[in-house]
């Protein structure tokens, strides 16, 4: 039994539909189907959910929603045309559209929440139809139906564990089922959304309640590749990796895959296989459990992200002041800031930070509290930060990996401000200047590859 779930551009206009229903036409062991909302049809197109957010916003300024709402319904609309479906069996999906505006919500998160969703549920609900105009057995299967419950956070729900059983009683469906991705019910009934795009979580998690043989990711490229096409003309397409070392990519800037949508399925060991709706054929890559892996290059993929910074504090005698760390800990914990690593030295430490938790005013603040209650001899906060991380399973047995990733950064005179390894000894981090970013990961994809 297969879990196939199919991203936004998959998804986008009737011809992506045609592709769709041709896929799960192909293998009839693909029975559970998870939908995301259309996505773009063309780059300076909008995301259904995008304008959904609109929407929502439109309604909470009590502003006229007609105009919006019904540039929303015309992407449903267009679709549903292509397949010349009849407007009798459009309606009632027509009126959850109006229905978002007249519903009752605890608050003004689960209103954006309700809103976002149905960008999911009425593609899900309008492929189920088409299905069953073409004569497929095919079922629509909402949250509240399958027991697909989370927990009471708005905008970013975590699946509850009650949710895995409710869903092991679908593993022997007869019938096509679709469900729509990025979303569940709480247990009091309201609909609450993973973080942007959770529809690759929703997968993952049907993939583990279900217990299913494969979990398929539909999505717009041939494969994963050793880095990005952006900055790497024509990367190497990696056609098998390991869990971990895609979450490793996927945190550093890999983003075909929703990283924490790996985690159902590790925790399932159902393997995964990204794959391109426009070219079903190809064989995509295969991500797999740890075990019995034999890797056949060094690294697997070099990956970067720009959106850190770093603060950075040097203190005569750090290593021999205890508690220092802790209150240092305790000032995040006040703030509400998580930290991403901490390399430190006897007299220096440094925090890596996601920058998206800071405005300057949070940051000014927190550096200020720092400054008064730990008195270092110095703190500088460094906004000019980025990350390279380059991962493989094959690095855990080679002597001399660190001397090649080095090697070529040195003589091109980039300059690396942080060095981390872990523990797993598949992966290792650099910290550079967002200016050294595109320089260092060719040059570093180039000694591999």
Known sequence: MKVVKFGGSSLADGEQFQKVIEIINADKTRKVIVTSAPGKRFSQDLKVTDLLIEYAKNTLNRQDTSAIRQQIWERYQQIADFFRISPTLLEPLKQELLKLTKTTYPNQDFLMAAFKAHGEKINAQLLTIILQEQNLPARFLAPEDSGF????????????????????????????????????????????????????ITGAIWARGVQADLYENFTDVNAIYAADPRIVSKPQAIKIMTYRELRELSYAGFSVFHDEALIPAIQGQVPINVKNTN?????????????????????????????????????????????????LLQIFYKFNISYEHMPSGIDDLTVIFDKHQFTKKIQQKMCAEIQKELQPDSLEWIDDYAIIMVVGEGMRNKIGVMKRITAPLAKQHVAIHMINQGASRISIMLGTKKADVVEAVTQIYHQFF
């Open 149 to 200: 419950l989370v927990s009471g956070v708005a905008n970013d729900a975590k699946i509850l564990d009650k949710t895995y059983d409710n869903l092991q009683r679908w593993r022997q469906t007869q019938t096509l089922i679709i469900v729509p991705g990025f979303y569940g019910v709480t247990e009091s009934g309201n609909i609450a959304t993973f973080s942007r795009g959770g529809s690759d």
């Open 279 to 327: 070219h079903p054929d190809l064989p995509g890559t295969m991500i797999v459990p740890e075990k019995n892996f034999h890797p056949q290059n060094v690294i697997t993929g070099v990956a970067s992200s720009n959106h850190f910074a770093a603060l950075y504090l040097h203190r005569y005698l750090l290593n021999k002041e205890i508690g220092f760390t802790l209150k």
